[in-house]
């Protein structure tokens, strides 16, 4: 045999499951055994139990938080079994003496047995069918009758978790409500735009004259209309267009003042040099011409 039991069945006893219904039969005989192994009996002789988180974790692990709710309130119902859930996360199983057939074990022992069945009778036996020309109708079923429980509103959680809060939106649904928040507060650059007052404000801490700004600001639109470009607030673009045009302006400037100034200090040298070399040549010639001057 290639598959192996994995671990042991769980009983489900017909009588139980048409009383409980089918999950709340199997948490009976669960909750059952865990009774039987390390239940306590009090006076009465009712058997009580805890069970720590992880234990009731393994226990209840074929059902959801919602499953495990409505079956514990239909066992409190039909007097089987209180379970209470503490803070701490234990469960505080207890057996109800007022019920009939709570017992997985004396329910079992209360079904026949296939010893105790008769055999039927043997003998061939013979009807004879009525001929009809339509089949006989089946007998209409009940409708199922309305669960009270739900009538009375959600089943107590007896201390434990009550499920997982509704979210109004999902998280990629607050994204793209931030992104929209933004894209509305987004405009393009038109022809009629101007910088604002505070703009205007700011020009003095850069050290840059409003009359420049001015010379600026039909080259700044042009531009940024090409671009086709949003922005939330143009004053930061443009006070940053501004400034680097102070700046180049400042060094172009600077090096026409630097080149000026060389441009002046080498024609003064140039005719220096002149001036000295005439007066040098003149000094030789008439050393020359006189014969009787030997010191040069």
Request: net charge neutral.
């Amino acid at each position: 045999m290639s598959v192996m039991i994995p671990e042991k069945p769980i009983l489900l006893y017909p009588s139980l499951a048409r009383r409980l219904g089918v999950n709340a039969a199997l948490l009976l005989y669960l909750c059952s055994e865990q009774l039987a192994h390390q239940g306590l009996q009090d006076q009465t002789g009712a058997r009580s139990a805890v069970l720590s988180p992880t234990q009731w974790k393994s226990l209840t692990e074929l059902w959801s938080e919602a499953e495990l709710t409505e079956m514990i309130a239909v066992l409190s119902q039909q007097q089987c079994l209180q379970i209470l859930r503490q803070a701490a996360g234990t469960v505080h199983i207890t057996e109800l003496m007022a019920s009939t057939g709570s017992h997985p074990e004396s329910t079992a022992a209360n079904l026949p047995t296939v010893e105790n069945i008769s055999a039927p009778d043997e003998r061939p036996m013979t009807t004879r069918l009525p001929v009809v020309d339509a089949p006989p109708a089946y007998p209409r079923r009940p409708l199922p009758s309305r669960n009270p429980i739900r009538d009375r509103g959600p089943a107590p959680a007896f201390g434990g978790s009550t499920g997982w809060n509704n979210r109004q939106k999902d998280e990629l649904q607050q994204i793209f409500d931030r992104h929209e928040e933004r894209n509305q507060q987004l405009h393009v650059m038109h022809m009629g735009w101007v910088p604002s007052e505070l703009f205007y404000s700011m020009l003095p801490r850069h050290q840059i004259p409003r009359e420049f700004v001015d010379t600026c600001l039909d080259e700044f639109i042009l531009y940024y209309i090409d671009k086709e470009r949003k922005e939330s607030n143009w004053d930061q673009k443009f006070l940053a267009w501004v400034k680097r045009e102070w700046v180049q302006k400042q060094t172009r400037d600077a090096k026409a003042q630097r080149h000026e100034q060389q441009r002046h200090t080498s024609g003064i040298n140039d005719e220096n040099t002149r001036r000295d070399t005439r007066e040098n040549r003149k000094r030789v010639t008439a050393a020359i011409m006189d014969i009787k001057d030997t010191d040069w």
